[in-house]
């Protein structure tokens, strides 16, 4: 059974960081694409940012150049760095396999307070 357990989120002021960790179970990890995405209250689930299993990325114009996206094969483990916060980036936060998506773990919150 696949597991995407998210931890690190919290609460920070505008302009604070935040690293992010998504431990992935139960399933092949590091072929496959990984994705960071986030649903505010009222608003869709939308993706930030992504990577391949050889490292390239891509990301959210809303976050380009603040957010960085990193794995850890061995450790099967994804990491978004979230730097200069601001209050439009508060929402859950998720980790998922991009091309055939497992069930969406409880994610984890960030609140960026202004």
């Known amino acids: 059974q696949v597991q995407l357990v998210e931890s690190g989120g919290g609460v920070v002021q505008a302009g604070g960081s935040l690293r992010l960790s998504c431990v992935v179970s139960?399933?092949?990890?590091?072929?496959?694409?990984m994705g960071w995405y986030r649903q505010a209250p009222g608003k869709q689930r939308e993706m930030v940012a992504r990577?391949?299993?050889?490292?390239?990325?891509n990301y959210a114009d809303s976050v380009k150049g603040r957010f960085t996206i990193s794995r850890d094969n061995a450790k099967t483990t994804v990491y978004l760095q979230m730097n200069a916060l601001n209050p439009e980036d508060t929402a859950v936060y998720y980790c998922?396999?991009?091309?055939?998506?497992?069930?969406w773990g409880q994610g984890t919150q960030v609140t960026v307070s202004s």
């Open positions: 139960g399933s092949v990890f590091s072929p496959k694409i």
């Open positions: 998922n396999f991009v091309v055939t998506p497992s069930a």
């Open positions: 990577i391949s299993s050889g490292g390239n990325t």
